[in-house]
T-cell receptor
């Protein structure tokens, strides 16, 4: 059975801090890993990582994948209160091996950014 | 381009009633996925559909739950004879192809009283 573990489970920081969120996984026939942000509603897509060692960036957010060590990190620099959310990592589930939309979500990291 | 549209946003049902949750995928998307998020738990995959076909229903409870994605119209997740344990947020997602990211709707919050 595919397994995804995120750490820390929760994190409280002040605006301007930099945070690193971790995601480790055990997935048969791994193909990619996706990061989502969830703010009390729909998860919003952030990144899809397929290749090891290649950083993806979007503004203050960046993410990288290590296929050898089976983990990914999500970095947020100069955090803002609007970054407060649950951050989810999710590799596509292998069972059926069919689609990137069938995801095995980790339990998430709850990030709280105080002013 | 409107995103994934789910309705209703909130649904209250008494025990034993039926719940119907609707999902219209993004324009051009033919792959639809349903997820359930129980209180204090993570998102769990339920079912994956393409037009008129159920591709993978490995996450669906064996009884009372069904899903369809007809040729015309939205995808429907149907829960018969609801029980209190069905209270959850139900999210729908869609993708354009097998190998592209899925985008989520705002969810339907089902409360069974």
């Amino acid at each position: 059975e595919d397994k995804v573990v995120q750490s820390p489970l929760s994190l409280v920081v002040h605006e301007g801090d930099t945070v690193t969120l971790n995601c480790s996984y055990e997935v048969t026939n791994f193909r990619s890993l996706l990061w989502y942000k969830q703010e009390k509603k729909a998860p919003t897509f952030l990144f899809m990582l397929t290749s090891s060692g290649i950083e993806k960036k979007s503004g203050r957010l960046s993410s990288i994948l290590d296929k050898k060590e089976l983990f990914s990190i999500l970095n947020i620099t100069a955090t803002q209160t609007g970054d407060s959310a649950v951050y989810l990592c999710a590799p596509p589930a292998n069972a059926g091996g069919t689609s990137y939309g069938k995801l095995t979500f980790g339990q998430g990291t709850i990030l709280t950014v105080h002013p | 381009n409107a995103g994934v549209m789910q309705n209703p946003r909130h649904l209250v049902r008494r025990r034993g009633q039926e719940a119907r949750l609707r999902c219209s995928p993004m324009k051009g998307h033919s792959h639809v996925y349903w997820y359930r998020q129980l209180p204090e738990e993570g998102l769990k995959f339920m079912v994956y559909l393409q037009k008129e076909n159920i591709i993978d229903e490995s996450g669906m409870p064996k009884e009372r739950f069904s899903a369809e994605f007809p040729k015309e119209g939205p995808s429907i997740l149907r829960i018969q004879q609801v029980v209190r344990g069905d209270s959850a947020a139900y999210f729908c997602a869609s993708s354009a192809t097998l190998n592209t990211e899925a985008f989520f709707g705002q969810g339907t919050r089902l409360t069974v009283v």
